[in-house]
């Protein structure tokens, strides 16, 4: 009875260093993506803090490696930096291609599972990525006919 309660508990100990290396992989990429785009589009942290309404310290913190956002904050980031490519974004916080036979949103509820998240929090987390992806599909199109517009204006 003994061993199997240190199996049980030397199996949890490599489960949590597991999620542990995964989460700081995770948050190594995604702070890389998030500063490199940053730096592409030649904003300052504070520039990209005034656009996306996500504090300076949570910003620098994200690149720097020291915490992980909230969903909502990388979606604000995302947003401010004008990409509209969902799957860019996320193929940073699942590692490699989201187009695999798995699927986008089977890498990110495996991804979730793997650290810790419970069923309830992962299909939130599913349908906020499938709300804002439409919301980005929505402003997309309306930018589109903006575009459009001017154009229009402009050749008659």
Do not use: W
Not at 23 to 32: A, D, K, T, Y
Not at 109 to 135: A, S
């Amino acid at each position: 009875m003994e061993d199997k309660t240190m199996e049980k508990a030397s199996k949890k100990a490599v489960m949590k260093d597991n999620a542990k290396s995964i989460g700081e992989s995770i948050l190594r990429r995604l702070g890389s993506f998030f500063g490199d785009e940053r730096k592409k589009k030649d904003y300052s942290v504070r520039k990209l803090s005034d656009l996306s309404g996500v504090s300076s310290a949570v910003i620098s913190d994200l690149e720097n490696g020291n915490s992980m956002p909230r969903f909502e904050t990388i979606i604000q980031l995302a947003l401010a930096l004008d990409i509209t490519d969902m799957d860019k974004v996320f193929s940073n916080f699942i590692g490699g291609n989201s187009n695999s036979s798995q699927g986008r949103f089977g890498q990110i509820r495996q991804c979730l599972t793997n650290l810790g998240y419970g069923t309830g929090d992962i299909h939130q987390i599913i349908q906020f990525i499938r709300y804002t992806d439409y919301l980005i599909e929505e402003r997309v199109k309306k930018n589109a006919q903006k575009m459009s517009a001017k154009d229009n204006v402009k050749s008659k």
